[in-house]
């Protein structure tokens, strides 16, 4: 018997297929995982974006608030959702200015002596709530702030519920 050797010049047809379904196979799990991956970050971005937007507005807050002698009880509209605070300030000069903050057409608006001085939240960022609550005590005032911020209609983030409660300095008796 004489042996005949054949030489391999390719891979058969169903070679080809199995690798090709491999291939196939790898690549579905790579994009799959990057997409997995990419809408990860999309999302944590987005709760980076609601808490940078919330801290931003709570400092401007809490410095206005703590800086404050008193509130205008009459013009504020105290312990709604859709609130305004109105804060008296005292100037070294004894003079005062006036602070205003308010929900508008989503954002938190700012007015100083009654003139607009501009939003305190950003352009993405909607706002559903913002309240303010007033406490009083025997020898101090307090507000407390809560807030609701949610990331543009295009993000799968929920809105967040933010609070802080700030004393008025300016309101301390001896």
Do not use: C, W
Not at 100 to 107: E, G, N, P, Q, V
Request: hydrophobic share 40%; proline share 2%.
């Amino acid at each position: 018997m004489s042996l005949i050797y054949r030489k391999h010049r390719g891979y058969t047809l169903v070679e080809t297929i199995v690798y090709a379904a491999l291939v196939a196979a790898l690549l579905l799990v790579i994009v799959g995982s990057t997409i997995a991956l990419a809408k990860g970050h999309k999302r944590s971005q987005a709760y980076l974006d609601v808490n940078s937007a919330a801290v931003s507005a709570f400092s401007r807050f809490s410095r206005d608030i703590r800086r404050a002698s008193s509130v205008d009880t009459v013009n504020s509209v105290l312990g709604a959702s859709s609130g305004k605070l109105v804060l008296n300030m005292r100037r070294p000069d004894g003079s005062n200015d006036v602070s205003t903050f308010y929900l508008s057409d989503t954002k938190v608006k700012i007015d100083k002596n009654g003139v607009f001085e501009g939003d305190i939240t950003q352009d993405n960022m909607a706002v559903s709530n913002l309240t303010f609550r007033k406490f009083t005590a025997a020898s101090s005032t307090a507000i407390r702030v809560e807030m609701t911020l949610a990331p543009d209609a295009s993000s799968t983030v929920p809105a967040l519920n933010f609070y802080g409660t700030y004393v008025l300095r300016g309101s301390y008796t001896e």
